[in-house]
T-cell receptor, first 114, second 113 residues
Framework: KAGVTQTPRYLIKTRGQQVTLSCSPISGHRSVSWYQQTPGQGLQFLFEYFSETQRNKGNFPGRFSGRQFSNSRSEMNVSTLELGDSALYLC?????????????FGEGSWLTVV | GESVGLHLPTLSVQEGDNSIINCAYSNSASDYFIWYKQESGKGPQFIIDIRSNMDKRQGQRVTVLLNKTVKHLSLQIAATQPGDSAVYFCAENQGGSNYKLTFGKGTLLTVNP
């Protein structure tokens, strides 16, 4: 079974631009969550989706948004990029997102904002 | 890839020794805990998990111990190998039905040959 796939792996954007990151979960997994990882803040939860519905959201500004499609693929978007948005963005999937469901992570998308 | 998790607690061991990585969690309502391994330039890799109704769980070369009284979690790696060198994170699910993991800062494990 293929793992969680994220694209693109690396990207560089200019301050003020917007970016869209894509995630394909493990086949059969319907819960997709996103995390931001930085040296200063570590791994922080962004949001979680199940059946195209956002069920949980972390403490990030409204510039961070996401969505999930009917095939469980997910995208996240960051608008009006700031230098501080430079980070590794990780997508994770699990079967239902319920307690005890193992969460598997992708390799991440490295975003650099200049 | 870039390095994440700078200024981490570090643990240096000799190949073949046992390693113990510790983690304190904050929320007494947390009922599910996971250990992840993250190698440079890669995403976190699931190692082992434990639910709050258990004190101990064993996997292949790894054991997780949970002490709910002091809100402490540990990961023991037996016969540590150079390939075990990585950053190790504990994560907790603070209750509720929707997944939101809260991660610790991580520990950098270095295995010396």
């Amino acid at each position: 079974k293929a793992g969680v796939t994220q694209t693109p792996r690396y990207l560089i954007k200019t301050r003020g631009q917007q970016v869209t990151l894509s995630c394909s979960p493990i086949s059969g997994h319907r819960s997709v969550s996103w995390y931001q990882q930085t040296p200063g803040q570590g791994l922080q939860f962004l949001f979680e989706y199940f059946s195209e519905t956002q069920r949980n959201k972390g403490n990030f500004p409204g510039r961070f948004s996401g969505r999930q499609f009917s095939n469980s693929r997910s995208e996240m978007n960051v608008s009006t990029l700031e230098l501080g948005d430079s980070a590794l963005y990780l997508c994770a999937s699990s079967e239902t997102g319920g307690r005890g469901n193992t969460i598997y992570f992708g390799e991440g998308s490295w975003l650099t904002v200049v | 890839g870039e390095s994440v998790g700078l200024h981490l607690p570090t643990l240096s061991v000799q190949e073949g020794d046992n390693s113990i990585i510790n983690c304190a969690y904050s929320n007494s309502a947390s009922d599910y805990f996971i250990w992840y391994k993250q190698e440079s330039g890669k995403g976190p890799q699931f190692i082992i998990d434990i639910r709050s109704n258990m004190d101990k769980r064993q996997g292949q070369r790894v054991t997780v111990l949970l002490n709910k009284t002091v809100k402490h979690l540990s990961l023991q790696i037996a016969a540590t190998q150079p390939g075990d060198s990585a950053v190790y994170f504990c994560a907790e699910n603070q209750g509720g039905s929707n997944y939101k993991l809260t991660f610790g800062k991580g520990t950098l494990l270095t295995v010396n040959p």
